[in-house]
């Protein structure tokens, strides 16, 4: 239930702010979106004169109700949220920016967002986290040892994600834990002759601990002049990455493997006559395991496995002509405006339910993990692996950006435009150097 927000009180506005703000830094969403979507909702409670600056780890906000200014310092996100949260914290902001909510109400309901459970049993998460895994197999590598490592070990990383849902504590080194946990266990079955693709097996159980998104918004925060924003997530990225290669290797480790192995090792195993087919199948069976295990909104599996297997389509046809490393930029350059297509015009789920999991399919975050392995054991490879995995970083980010001002264009076009982004319009205004 809503209603309208007249004359809001302009302490109640200032604190529902920096908590949507919070919120929205914990969906993942750029720090220049949250600064708009921020200074949309004061004005629509009618604080004219307010001033936004986000970080990924803080919020500064000002507020002046006529009479006096008020300023407000808040810390980051706590806690990571899952697509139903996202998908309900995404329409509180909509009612918010067009003042339709009161300011008491909406804390109310963002607290409540904040604090609901999961829809899903923790046994469907788990299953959930193996479905996607064996998903992702299925795209990177198709064949029947590699779906069963997926399916074995996405289900023990799955139980374990569920064991320390609840354990903020161990959330930091649960990454190391799971690459090590991944790592050993390929690794032991490749030194007792399981015809297992060790480079393909390790991606699909860790890829919800890859921080592809996080790497790609902060190559486009960095396209958008969020210097500190964009560093910061980028630094953060990297060192994900590091951990979790850190754990790869431990994991080698401890069965008698050292790094140089790692680089050495390759598989001759060829696949069956399914294998162009399994790719597709695998695209939807990714989009059934990330619904589940992350509790997407109820009405957004459709829309989810639409521009799932349209991104994809666009990133292979473009592969065929291009390389694999710019492949990514034609996949977001669908996937951006179909997302906000499918949230704006056809009352879908917001577009960052629908286009995270297409960050995830791409899977940016994998070729840099095998990028740091190698630097681990051969300094010159790494480095040509780490340069391109900036490359395609880069690519991805464009074709975010890109997706975005096609889909402005189109709008402003053929109707109304609904949506901006970033500090696009700030800094390409007509007649401004």
Not at 20 to 49: D, H, I, N, W
Not at 162 to 169: A, F, H, I, K, T
Not at 244 to 268: I, Q, R
Not at 300 to 310: Q, R
């Given at each position: ?54 970080f990924p780890t803080a919020i500064f906000i000002s507020l002046h109700d006529g009479n006096q200014e008020r300023v407000t310092l808040a810390e980051g996100p706590t806690q990571n949220l899952r697509l139903d949260q996202i998908g309900d914290i995404y329409q509180l902001g909509g009612l918010a920016e067009q ?335």
């Open positions: 239930m809503t209603e309208p927000a007249p004359n809001a009180d302009a302490n109640s506005v200032l604190e529902f702010m920096f908590r949507l703000g919070q919120a929205y830094l914990a969906c993942g969403e750029q720090t220049a979106k949250v600064e708009l979507s921020l200074r949309r909702m004061a004005s629509a409670y009618g604080m004219r004169k307010s001033r936004v600056v986000v003042g339709k909510i009161a300011p008491q109400l909406g804390q109310e309901q963002l607290s409540a967002i904040l604090r609901k459970s999961s829809p899903h049993a923790k046994a469907t998460i788990v299953l959930g986290h193996t479905i996607l895994a064996v998903g992702l197999a299925m795209v990177l590598a198709p064949y029947f040892a590699n779906l069963l490592a997926a399916a074995v070990l996405g289900t023990i990383i799955g139980v374990l994600k569920v064991l320390n849902r609840d354990q903020p504590v161990l959330e930091v080194p649960l990454p190391v834990v799971a690459a090590t946990i991944v790592s050993s266990l390929v690794f032991l079955g490749v030194k007792q002759g399981i015809a297992v693709d060790p480079l393909h097996a390790l991606v699909p159980p860790l890829v919800t601990f890859l921080p592809g998104a996080m790497l790609t918004l902060g190559m486009v925060e960095l396209a958008y002049g969020d210097m500190v924003s964009g560093s910061s997530r980028l630094i953060t990225g990297l060192i994900e990455l590091v951990l979790l290669c850190f754990g790869l290797v431990a994991g080698a480790m401890l069965v008698g493997y050292t790094p140089e192995n790692l680089v050495d090792m390759h598989s001759e195993i060829r696949f069956g006559p399914l294998a162009n087919l399994a790719p597709w199948a695998g695209v939807l069976v990714f989009g059934v395991g990330v619904y589940l295990h992350f509790s997407a909104p109820a009405n957004s599996l459709g829309w989810m496995l639409f521009v799932l297997v349209i991104a994809y389509g666009a990133q292979q046809l473009a592969a065929l002509h291009f390389s694999k490393a710019v492949s990514g930029f034609f996949g977001m350059l669908i996937a951006t405006p179909l997302g906000y297509l499918i949230q704006l015009r056809f009352n879908g789920p917001p577009a960052m339910v629908t286009f995270l999991p297409t960050f995830w399919m791409l899977v940016p975050g994998a070729l840099g993990l095998m990028s740091i392995k190698h630097m681990l054991s051969d300094r010159e490879a790494g480095i040509d692996g780490m340069i391109t995995t900036v490359f395609v970083f880069a690519s991805i980010a464009l074709g975010t950006l890109m997706g975005a001002s096609l889909y402005k264009s189109l709008s402003e076009r053929f109707g109304t435009w609904q949506m901006q982004i970033g500090r696009v319009g700030r800094f390409f205004r007509p007649g401004k150097k």
